[in-house]
């Protein structure tokens, strides 16, 4: 019987969480993509990463910011 404690085997339950083995959860659909580059920024879009998107002013990709 497993005794609860973390002293023994794995159960079965994995206590690593997530698939880098962190428990961080993503950034989620709030916040702005900003530019490298010139340092504009435009609201995050959601169900699109900010690296998909371009620049408005320069044209480069944009980061989440």
């Known amino acids: 019987m497993p005794r609860g404690d973390g ?3 794995p ?6 969480g997530g698939r880098m083995g ?3 959860p993503g950034l989620g659909p709030s916040g702005d993509c900003v530019c490298p580059s010139c340092g ?3 609201p ?3 169900g699109t ?3 998909k998107m371009n620049c408005p002013k320069c044209g480069a990709k944009m980061i989440r910011g």
């Open 7 to 9: 002293t023994g085997p």
């Open 11 to 16: 159960t079965g339950q994995s206590q690593r």
């Open 22 to 24: 962190g428990n961080r």
């Open 40 to 42: 504009e920024k435009v």
């Open 44 to 46: 995050h879009q959601r």
């Open 49 to 51: 990463p900010c690296y």
